[in-house]
């Protein structure tokens, strides 16, 4: 089964990513993972994003969906694959239906902005080990230690209220189109996120094997 999971930052989808994998024994594949894998396996295509990353810039989208051809030809992709951050625009959207990739089913797990701000805004992370921790869900034993390490837990910039309200408005002006895209060919299905991560993810699965 060939899958898409859209969704707000901060809406789950990686754990939702991982929940599918590990059911259907297909791979998770997200943009960010396929540019570093073809970075390090130094492809012509990965070179040439990274021309893009290092000078801070967008990776154009011809270079992220040639990258990503390449990837879905890779054997673990015959019984199907997830795509997590791909397609974020209807034109990504669109070049991969000219791409002839087959898509059975697409997930939107929706989640209200204000819930993703409190889940993102409290998240802490080790700076030492990376353990992650939230001070309302997953508190860390003593506030801004580390349980495992004893390092020190921080807030990611990415975390951080303001940041937070622009991802989330770049999120709806740019990927949520993709909503009515998918609607209107059948494929989407909708499953509301709830407080209980195992919770989302039993509506995840019954989403996909319906």
Same mark, same amino acid.
């Given at each position: 089964?060939?899958?898409?999971?859209?969704?707000?930052?901060?809406?789950?989808?990686?754990?939702?990513?991982?929940?599918?994998?590990?059911?259907?024994?297909?791979?998770?594949?997200?943009?960010?993972?396929?540019?570093?894998?073809?970075?390090?396996?130094?492809?012509?295509?990965?070179?040439?994003?990274?021309?893009?990353?290092?000078?801070?810039?967008?990776?154009?989208?011809?270079?992220?969906?040639?990258?990503? +051809? @390449? *990837? =879905?030809?890779?054997?673990?992709?015959?019984?199907?694959?997830?795509? /997590?951050?791909?397609?974020? !625009?209807?034109?990504?959207?669109?070049?991969?239906?000219?791409?002839?990739?087959?898509?059975?089913?697409?997930?939107?797990?929706?989640?209200?902005?204000?819930?993703?701000?409190?889940?993102?805004?409290?998240?802490?992370?080790?700076?030492?080990?990376?353990?992650?921790?939230?001070?309302?869900?997953?508190?860390?034993?003593?506030?801004?230690?580390?349980?495992?390490?004893?390092?020190?837990?921080?807030?990611?910039?990415?975390?951080?209220?303001?940041?937070? +309200? @622009? *991802? =989330?408005?770049?999120?709806?002006?740019?990927?949520?189109?993709?909503? /009515?895209?998918?609607?209107? !060919?059948?494929?989407?299905?909708?499953?509301?996120?709830?407080?209980?991560?195992?919770?989302?993810?039993?509506?995840?699965?019954?989403?996909?094997?319906?």
């Amino acid at each position: 089964m060939n899958l898409i999971l859209l969704g707000a930052p901060g809406a789950g989808k990686g754990t939702q990513a991982e929940v599918i994998c590990n059911a259907l024994h297909i791979p998770a594949i997200s943009t960010g993972n396929i540019l570093r894998e073809a970075i390090k396996n130094q492809t012509a295509l990965g070179m040439e994003a990274k021309t893009y990353m290092d000078g801070g810039k967008l990776v154009p989208d011809e270079i992220v969906i040639n990258i990503l +051809k @390449e *990837r =879905l030809q890779q054997d673990d992709c015959k019984n199907g694959f997830i795509l /997590d951050g791909f397609p974020r !625009t209807v034109p990504q959207a669109e070049a991969l239906d000219k791409m002839n990739v087959r898509i059975d089913r697409v997930v939107d797990i929706e989640v209200a902005d204000e819930k993703i701000a409190a889940r993102l805004s409290g998240r802490r992370v080790c700076e030492n080990c990376g353990a992650s921790y939230h001070t309302l869900y997953k508190p860390s034993k003593t506030e801004g230690v580390c349980d495992a390490c004893g390092g020190k837990t921080v807030q990611r910039k990415d975390d951080h209220p303001d940041t937070v +309200k @622009e *991802r =989330l408005r770049v999120y709806h002006e740019q990927t949520e189109p993709l909503i /009515d895209y998918y609607t209107k !060919t059948g494929k989407l299905v909708v499953v509301e996120g709830q407080e209980e991560v195992a919770d989302t993810s039993a509506l995840t699965l019954k989403a996909v094997e319906a």
